[in-house]
């Protein structure tokens, strides 16, 4: 495949890929201890993951490229099989290189669940989380009211006394008095002639 985008080289066939990536290894292992490349490059991609996956099979690259199994609709091929091979299954994959007529239902369902833990319609039938969801939102609503009441009980001094309705009302008259605002404000709407607001 060839083809080249703004601010990238040309590429050309598979092996003048392969041979790059090689260059670029050289490079890495030219600059770099021998022990560091080995430990930081290769040990990862397959003592690691050997380790984790035990002995499943891998059969693709998955969605970012480590050997890992996940149900997801949108990108339904996992890097890894299901379940790890067994002398059962092992059989079945020697069976299935044959003619697929001669294998039973259930044999075609166990070769199916040994590499995917899910159908698609499994994936899309409801779960019932949404309640669990909601029960755990109304709790923590619940849990946030009565803290509330709490602290507003025991916590939180008495509000000051100008805060009573009749102290705001004699604060309100005094702002009248005091001509607060009288040209856009407050008292811009109140008529000292006759003591009382304007209609």
């Known amino acids: 495949m060839t083809g080249a985008g703004p601010g990238c080289l040309p590429l050309g066939n598979e092996s003048d890929i392969s041979s790059m990536a090689g260059h670029l290894l050289k490079v890495a292992?030219?600059?770099?201890?021998?022990?560091?490349?080995?430990?930081?490059?290769?040990?990862?991609?397959?003592?690691?993951?050997?380790?984790?996956?035990?002995?499943?099979?891998?059969?693709g690259f998955g969605l970012n490229g480590e050997p890992s199994y996940i149900?997801?609709?949108?990108?339904?091929?996992?890097?890894?099989r299901f379940k790890e091979n067994s002398q059962e299954i092992i059989t079945l994959r020697e069976k299935e290189k044959d003619d697929w007529r001669k294998l039973t239902m259930d044999e075609k369902k166990a070769l199916y669940r040994a590499s995917f833990c899910q159908t698609f319609a499994e994936m899309k039938a409801p779960t019932g989380e949404w309640k669990s969801v909601l029960a755990g939102t109304l709790v923590a609503m619940s849990l946030t009211i009565w803290i509330y009441v709490w602290m507003k009980k025991f916590v939180y001094q008495p509000m000051p006394e100008s805060f009573s309705p009749e102290r705001k009302a004699a604060q309100f008259q005094r702002m009248i008095d005091l001509r607060i605002n009288p040209i856009e404000g407050l008292t811009s709407n109140y008529d000292y002639e006759n003591n009382r607001w304007k209609d």
């Open 29 to 59: 292992t030219k600059h770099l201890p021998s022990r560091y490349v080995a430990s930081r490059i290769f040990i990862p991609s397959v003592a690691y993951h050997k380790e984790r996956i035990g002995n499943r099979e891998v059969v």
């Open 71 to 80: 149900d997801r609709t949108d990108f339904p091929m996992p890097a890894i």
